[in-house]
C-alpha cells in the first residue's frame, strides 16, 4: 500500500488527488506516526525526516509542481515493473501523445503541435533509458517532432497502420489518443532526423491554410510554402513575409 508521509500541504494535496482520481488504494499518516505494516512504498518531500523508514522500503520523494511523477513512480515501484517509459506520438495539427510505463498508461494528451515536444520532454524528464515513437503519418508534423526533440531522446518511425481504433458512441475526439496508445506498443525504426520533401498536394493544403489565415484572401507561394513545411516559418510568419515582398514589387 503506498503511504503519504509529508508536511508539504501543496505536495499532500497534489498527490492525494492523483491517487484519488486513480482508485489507487494509499493511506495518509503524520511524519510522526509509524508506518503501516502493509506500507510498500511511502511518498513524502525532501524535508520531512525518514531516518525511521525501513532502507528497504522505497521512498519516492516528490516535489509539489510534479505530483504526478511522484505518483508514476510509486506506482511502478508497488508493481515491481522496471520502469520502462514510452511515449507515443500520433502526429497531426493537435498530435495525440500516450505515456506508457510498462504497457501501462500512465498519461495522455492531444495539444497543439508547438506545445507536443515540450508536453512530450516534459513527461520524460525523470524517465530512465524512454522511448519516443512516432507514427509515420501526418509527414510535416511528425518531422517536425522527430527534429526538435532532444538530441539524447531515443526516437522511433512506426507505421501506424491500422492504429487508429472505431469509435463507438461517446468517443469522439479520443482517437488520436488511442491511436497514440497503440502506436507505443509498436516497435519502429530508430531514427535520429526525418527529412521532409513536401508533395505538392502538401503545398497546396499549406496554400489554402495561409488564404483562410489572411485578412486578404491572400495565399502565400510555394516557396513560402517550403518554408512552412520544413517548420522555418509560421504561417503567420509567411504571410507577412509575402505581403512585404509583394508590396514593395
Request: proline share 5%; hydrophobic share 40%; aromatic share 2%.
Amino acid at each position: 500500500m503506498i503511504v503519504v508521509r509529508t508536511t508539504d500541504f501543496e505536495l499532500y494535496h497534489g498527490v492525494v488527488t492523483e491517487l484519488r482520481d486513480r482508485d489507487v488504494t494509499f493511506t495518509t499518516i503524520e511524519p510522526a506516526q509509524p508506518l503501516p505494516d502493509e506500507t510498500t512504498v511511502v511518498i513524502t518531500d525532501d524535508a520531512t525526516e525518514t531516518t525511521d523508514i525501513d532502507a528497504d522500503l522505497p521512498i519516492v520523494t516528490g516535489e509539489p509542481d510534479s505530483p504526478r511523477q511522484a505518483v508514476d513512480c510509486a506506482l511502478t515501484l508497488t508493481r515491481g515493473d522496471s520502469g520502462r517509459t514510452i511515449v507515443g506520438v500520433d502526429p497531426g495539427r493537435k498530435p495525440g501523445i500516450a505515456v506508457l510505463v510498462d504497457e501501462v498508461v500512465v498519461a495522455a494528451f492531444q495539444v497543439p503541435l508547438a506545445d507536443a515536444v515540450e508536453t512530450i520532454e516534459a513527461e520524460l524528464a525523470t524517465a530512465d533509458d524512454p522511448i519516443v515513437r512516432i507514427g509515420d503519418g501526418a509527414r510535416l508534423q511528425g518531422t517536425t517532432i522527430v527534429n526538435d526533440l532532444a538530441d539524447d531522446i531515443r526516437v522511433e518511425l512506426v507505421d501506424e497502420t491500422g492504429t487508429t481504433p472505431y469509435l463507438g458512441t461517446g468517443a469522439r475526439g479520443m482517437g488520436d489518443v488511442l491511436a497514440a496508445t497503440n502506436i507505443a506498443r509498436i516497435e519502429g525504426e530508430s531514427i535520429t532526423e526525418r527529412e521532409f520533401e513536401p508533395t505538392a498536394g502538401e503545398l497546396q493544403v499549406i496554400k489554402d491554410r495561409s488564404r483562410n489565415a489572411g485578412e486578404t484572401n491572400r495565399a502565400i507561394d510555394d516557396r513560402f510554402a517550403r518554408q512552412v513545411a520544413a517548420g522555418e516559418l509560421t504561417i503567420a510568419e509567411a504571410l507577412a513575409a509575402h505581403r512585404a515582398e509583394t508590396d514593395d514589387e
